[in-house]
């Protein structure tokens, strides 16, 4: 689906009696409404690395953003709106979100390990090859979480230093990796 597709389907789980799984569990349901806030803010207000952006308008072939996610990732609320702004500053980039949990599971291609980790941002050429996989949190936002897991922290605290990290941050540390990859392909 295309953002604004995406961007419907986020507020329709958002509704009250929605009735889209999980988000009848009403702790998706909550991870959803602050993820939609959290996205909302970096729509507004995220500001884009200006080496990243020359690169971006530069590509001069046809490519095929992917990005696999779900309203309930609190990683990909701090990602996606800085991939969607990425694509829109050059129109042979087309962006096409596809849900985790939903056909055609695209997720099973591009595994964290054994884990279906998101979001995943996959960047392919208009013969549909994979040029590029990225996912599913910066490196460091990853370390992080790395060191947390290893002290045995409580999902909780995870969440609150996680997102902590991503507000610091402000989008910076992931498109200094995308610019770095891009700059291979």
């Known amino acids: 689906m295309d953002f604004e597709s995406y961007l419907l389907y986020f507020e329709s789980v958002l509704l009250p009696g929605h009735t889209l799984a999980p988000y009848t569990d009403p702790a998706y349901h909550n ?3 602050l993820n939609w806030s959290r996205q909302q803010r ?5 500001e884009l690395n200006s080496e990243l952006t020359e690169v971006v308008k530069k590509i001069s072939r046809n490519q095929h953003w992917v990005v696999i996610t779900e309203a309930w990732c609190g990683d990909a609320a701090h990602i996606l709106p800085f991939i969607y702004k990425l694509t829109q500053l050059n ?7 596809q849900l985790r949990d939903s056909e055609p599971f695209a997720i099973n291609n591009y595994l964290t390990g054994t884990s279906k980790s998101i979001p995943k941002l996959v960047i392919r050429d208009a013969n549909d090859n994979d040029l590029l996989v990225w ?3 910066p490196r460091k936002c990853q370390e992080l979480y790395n060191q947390l897991k290893a002290e045995h922290a409580d999902s909780e ?3 609150k230093q996680i ?3 991503y507000n610091q941050d402000k989008g910076v540390s992931f498109q200094e990796e995308l ?5 291979k392909i």
């Not at 970096?42 to 995220?46: D, N, Q, R, S, T």
């Not at 129109?91 to 979100?97: S, V, Y």
């Not at 610019?179 to 700059?183: E, K, Q």
């Open 31 to 33: 991870y959803a409404k």
């Open 42 to 46: 970096w729509l507004k207000v995220g």
């Open 91 to 97: 129109p042979l980039l087309r962006l096409d979100i």
């Open 135 to 137: 996912g599913p949190r």
């Open 157 to 159: 605290e995870t969440k």
């Open 163 to 165: 997102q902590g990290w």
């Open 179 to 183: 610019l770095a990859a891009l700059l």
